[in-house]
């Protein structure tokens, strides 16, 4: 399974960005997807998650009501749609493929099988 995240860039604050995270190799429909953060100095932070199979999403306070997760029809690509986007969301982010991963863990990166390579987004003040 490979994960490749791209759409990263830099972008003022108050703007928007896509990223892009394609899925090859063989999946199931139970995999649940994620975003996450790594920003200098930090640790990995979650951002948002989506399973698979109802599609439902998951999201990281600092990030609900302007961030949003979504799956194109094939579900080999997953969309982290930004906007409204701060200084503070400056940050490489990453996907990641997990299965049988239930709602409640869904926001720990240890339960994620395969990572994409990252893809950094930068937003100046």
């Known amino acids: 399974v490979q994960l490749q995240a791209s759409g990263g860039g830099l972008v003022q604050a108050g703007g928007s960005l896509r990223l892009s995270c394609v899925i090859s190799g063989r999946t199931f429909r139970s995999h649940a997807v994620a975003w996450f953060r790594q920003a200098p100095g930090k640790e990995r932070e979650f951002v948002g998650g989506i399973t698979r199979t109802g599609g439902g999403t998951i999201y990281a306070d600092s990030v609900k009501g302007r961030f949003t997760i979504s799956m194109d029809n094939n579900k080999k690509t997953v969309f982290l749609q930004m906007s409204s986007l701060k200084p503070g969301d400056t940050a490489v982010y990453f996907c990641?493929?997990?299965?049988?991963?239930?709602?409640?863990?869904?926001?720990?990166?240890?339960?994620?099988?395969?990572w994409g390579q990252g893809t950094l987004v930068t937003v100046s003040s």
């Open positions: 990641a493929i997990g299965a049988r991963i239930i709602n409640s863990a869904i926001n720990r990166p240890e339960m994620y099988d395969y």
